[in-house]
Structure formats: structure tokens, C-alpha cells
């Protein structure tokens, strides 16, 4: 009899269509809203789905990103509750589970994701991942627009600069590449 040593499983690759196309058929119960009172619903509904598309960009990209929003905070925690589709879910949007390591607590022992400010930066450069031409994100100022008593959230400045910066790399890297092709 022969004996194989463990091997480590390594997850596939994300397709960030996957992330799309399960976000968008996930079916949200009353349930994943009970410690969520904040109005209108719809609103709340919208930033957590735009935050599970970012976190398949977070995970593809092995990033870890920051939670912008109390509100969607959460209700993804409401979300985490309903065990089975939460796992369904993971396992179809990301082909694997999400944890969920609060802010104080939780991630593994000896493991650093850099600051808040660095893991919410890293949530902005992941939505610009994922966005569709045109949508406006809701996750940066959504806890000041449902009436949060402590918002949390982006200050807008702050987003446009890392946005820029974005662009400037973006641009930069297509100056390059144009460079680089040859000339006829």
C-alpha cells in the first residue's frame, strides 16, 4: 500500500464573471436584515452586493480589503448567519469560503493586512475592478445616506485621489505599451 503526503488543494483562479453572475442571483431572506435597521433596504441590499463583487477582486488578486460601511457590515453578517447559502454562495461567486475577520479580532496569529486606511484603500482599487461602465459606488458614503449614528465610510477626496492614482497608472501603463510596439 502506497502512502501519498498531504497536499495543500490549491484554489482555482476566480473568474470575476462568476463573482457577477452569483452576487447578482443570490437571493437575499429577511433573515440576513434582522441586526440591519437601517432605510431604505434596497440601498443597504446594493452596497452589500457591490461588496461581495469586491471582495472576488480582493481574493483573485489575494488582497485583503476594509469594510466601508456599517450598514453593509452588517448585513453580511446577517448574510454569514443563513450558514448553508452563505456557503453555497462562497463556494459558487468564489470557490471557496470568505472569512470574515472583524476589525480586533479573528484573523490568523501572526498575520497582517496593514492598517484600515490601507485595507479600505484596497476595497477602492477593487471596486475599480469591478464596476460596471458608469455605476456609482454606494459603500463610501452609505452609512451617512441610511442615517448611521457613527458612519464609517471613504471620505470622497480620498477616493478621487486613489482613483486618479488608478488612472495615472493605467495611462502610464499604456504609454509604455505603445512604446514598446514596433512602429511600421
Not at 19 to 33: D, G, N, R, S, W
Not at 63 to 79: F, K, N, R, T
Not at 112 to 122: D, I, K, N, P, Y
Not at 139 to 146: E, F, G, P, Q, S
Given at each position: 500500500?502506497?502512502?501519498?503526503?498531504?497536499?495543500?488543494?490549491?484554489?482555482?483562479?476566480?473568474?470575476?464573471?462568476?463573482?457577477?453572475?452569483?452576487?447578482?442571483?443570490?437571493?437575499?431572506?429577511?433573515?440576513?436584515?434582522?441586526?440591519?435597521?437601517?432605510?431604505?433596504?434596497?440601498?443597504?441590499?446594493?452596497?452589500?452586493?457591490?461588496?461581495?463583487?469586491?471582495?472576488?477582486?480582493?481574493?483573485?488578486?489575494?488582497?485583503?480589503?476594509?469594510?466601508?460601511?456599517?450598514?453593509?457590515?452588517?448585513?453580511?453578517?446577517?448574510?454569514?448567519?443563513?450558514?448553508?447559502?452563505y456557503a453555497e454562495f462562497c463556494d459558487k461567486a468564489y470557490g471557496r469560503f470568505l472569512h470574515h475577520y472583524?476589525?480586533?479580532?479573528?484573523?490568523?496569529?501572526?498575520?497582517?493586512?496593514?492598517?484600515?486606511?490601507?485595507?479600505?484603500?484596497?476595497?477602492?482599487?477593487?471596486?475599480?475592478?469591478?464596476?460596471?461602465?458608469?455605476?456609482?459606488?454606494?459603500?463610501?458614503?452609505?452609512?451617512?445616506?441610511?442615517?448611521?449614528?457613527?458612519?464609517?465610510?471613504?471620505?470622497?477626496?480620498?477616493?478621487?485621489?486613489?482613483?486618479?492614482?488608478?488612472?495615472?497608472?493605467?495611462?502610464?501603463?499604456?504609454?509604455?505599451?505603445?512604446?514598446a510596439e514596433p512602429q511600421n
Amino acid at each position: 500500500m502506497r502512502i501519498f503526503p498531504f497536499r495543500a488543494r490549491q484554489a482555482a483562479p476566480i473568474d470575476l464573471r462568476d463573482v457577477e453572475q452569483a452576487v447578482a442571483e443570490l437571493e437575499l431572506p429577511e433573515a440576513v436584515f434582522k441586526t440591519c435597521p437601517w432605510q431604505p433596504r434596497e440601498l443597504v441590499e446594493s452596497g452589500l452586493r457591490q461588496w461581495l463583487r469586491c471582495c472576488g477582486a480582493a481574493m483573485r488578486d489575494g488582497q485583503v480589503i476594509g469594510m466601508p460601511s456599517h450598514a453593509v457590515d452588517e448585513a453580511w453578517h446577517g448574510l454569514i448567519l443563513c450558514t448553508q447559502r452563505y456557503a453555497e454562495f462562497c463556494d459558487k461567486a468564489y470557490g471557496r469560503f470568505l472569512h470574515h475577520y472583524p476589525d480586533g479580532g479573528g484573523a490568523p496569529t501572526g498575520v497582517s493586512h496593514g492598517t484600515m486606511a490601507e485595507q479600505l484603500g484596497r476595497t477602492v482599487v477593487a471596486w475599480s475592478m469591478v464596476a460596471r461602465p458608469g455605476e456609482r459606488c454606494v459603500l463610501w458614503d452609505l452609512d451617512r445616506a441610511v442615517g448611521v449614528e457613527h458612519p464609517w465610510g471613504i471620505p470622497p477626496e480620498r477616493v478621487a485621489a486613489i482613483e486618479a492614482e488608478i488612472h495615472q497608472m493605467a495611462s502610464s501603463g499604456t504609454d509604455a505599451d505603445r512604446k514598446a510596439e514596433p512602429q511600421n
